[in-house]
């Protein structure tokens, strides 16, 4: 079974995902400070020498863990075309159609031979045939116009985009709460679990 818990700091900020195997390691460890959501696992460990009784970890949706951690706001969230066409929602940001991943591009909205830069303010998901439309023009010579400005995700962003599977519903909205305003993942139903 693959579930995802959401390892958050003290304070409950969104810090990274976690396979089960590594939330039970913190719990060993005793490092976790406190627990939220819904029970998504119950792993059984050996039996006590003393008790006779087995241990029992059960795994919540969202673990905070006791100690900082540090640089989590100047961490930049690495581009990748994968997260960059969800942050767009598989939508070319030219015609507004939506495409299948395979059938998308990054586009430079600056294209890199005029001195634009690989980064996320610079880029937009397009379709193929819009991107070879574009061409290497900057915006104001192809006559085509964006729907949407890029952004750079903050953390909290990132960890929705780069999730694997689909989010659960306590877990996206302790993301959230930590998105910024502009954020279009803000109203992304897909990224949920039903
Ligand atoms: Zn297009």
């Known amino acids: 079974m693959s579930v995802s818990i959401l390892r958050v700091n003290s304070a409950g900020m969104p810090v990274e995902w976690l396979n089960w195997q590594e939330a039970v390691c913190l719990h060993a460890r005793d490092l976790v400070s406190w627990t939220y959501g819904e029970e998504v696992m119950e792993v059984h ?37 994968r997260a960059l066409f969800r942050r767009d929602h598989n939508v070319c940001m030219y015609c507004g159609e939506t495409f299948r ?23 937009v998901t397009a379709c193929k045939r819009c991107n070879a439309r574009k061409g290497d023009l900057p915006l104001d010579r192809c006559g085509m116009e964006l729907l949407a400005l890029p952004y ?20 996206m909205a302790f993301l959230k709460r930590q998105f910024s305003s502009h954020s279009r993942l803000l109203e992304d139903a897909t990224l949920v679990a039903s």
């Open 152 to 171: 750079k995700p903050n953390h909290a962003e990132y960890l929705a985009l780069t999730h694997s599977g689909r989010i659960l519903g306590d877990q």
């Open 101 to 123: 991943e395979c059938d998308l591009s990054r586009d430079h909205v600056i294209p890199i031979s005029r001195g634009g830069r690989d980064i996320w303010t610079n880029v």
């Open 45 to 81: 460990g050996g039996y006590s020498r003393f008790t006779g009784e087995q241990t029992v970890v059960k795994l919540s949706s969202i673990m905070a863990c006791k100690g900082k951690v540090v640089g989590l706001e100047r961490k930049r969230p690495p581009l990748t075309n």
